[in-house]
């Protein structure tokens, strides 16, 4: 079967830095996502990796390593609007998006 | 430019009942989805579909139908709903599946079936 795992939740605090983790065992990789979905709302875009290595963009980062079958978001800065869950997606062989449950990142002063 | 939108935002429906979903996107895409999305569980595909006039099942087709109206139009009709069914359903768009294309996601209708 295809799964996805993610830690369910993770505190941090205003001003650090925090890594999210996902491990993922799918048929074929073909790119992996992060999304970030605030409460009641919908999932928008934050990064997409295919090849290994790390991405920047802003505070946010994403690594990927294809080998492990592992990949993290890093959110540097942390400021009280990045509470939120933090959606791990990978494109399996058939080019369907897996989802995993996703990560609730809660940030206290 | 108002990208994928959908209707309604809230629905509560009694057993038996039947509903549609409407989603519509402004952003030429072929492909377009339908989730559902539950406390602690990944967004799960219901159906979804690669061109207008195309549909495919998803993960969790059961209990669902759908139509490709037109290019910017997909509905998700729940004949007899049920409990189970109770969730947020979004709709998404994309460009294609391969590559950096993302997903671009409406609000999302929660649904309460009593």
């Known amino acids: 079967g295809q799964n996805i795992d993610q830690p369910t939740e993770m505190t941090a605090t205003e001003g650090a830095i925090v890594q999210i983790n996902c491990t993922y065992q799918?048929?074929?990789?073909?790119?992996l996502f992060w999304y970030q979905q605030h409460a009641g709302e919908a999932p928008t875009f934050l990064s997409y990796?295919?090849l290994d290595g790390l991405e920047e963009k802003g505070r946010f980062s994403s690594f990927l390593s294809r080998s492990k079958g592992y990949s993290y978001l890093l959110l540097k800065e942390l400021q009280m609007k990045d509470s939120a869950s933090y959606l791990c997606?990978?494109?399996?062989?058939?080019?369907?998006?897996?989802w995993g449950a996703g990560t609730k990142l809660i940030i206290k002063p | 430019n108002a990208g994928v939108t959908q209707t309604p935002k809230f629905r509560v429906l009694k057993t038996g009942q039947s509903m549609t979903l409407l989603c519509a996107q402004d952003m030429n895409h072929e492909y377009m989805y339908w989730y559902r999305q539950d406390p602690g569980m990944g967004l799960r595909l219901i159906h979804y579909?690669?061109?207008?006039?195309?549909?495919a099942k998803g993960e969790v087709p059961d209990g669902y139908n759908v139509s490709r109206l037109n290019k910017r139009e997909f509905s998700l009709r729940l004949e007899s709903a049920a409990p189970s069914q109770t969730s947020v359903y979004f709709c998404?768009?994309?460009?294609?599946?391969?590559?950096?294309?993302?997903?671009?996601f409406g609000p999302g209708t929660r649904l309460t079936v009593l």
């Open positions: 990796n295919v």
């Open positions: 799918t048929s074929g990789f073909n790119g």
């Open positions: 997606a990978v494109i399996d062989s058939n080019y369907q998006l897996i």
């Open positions: 998404a768009s994309s460009y294609s599946t391969s590559g950096s294309n993302e997903q671009f």
């Open positions: 579909s690669v061109g207008e006039g195309t549909t």
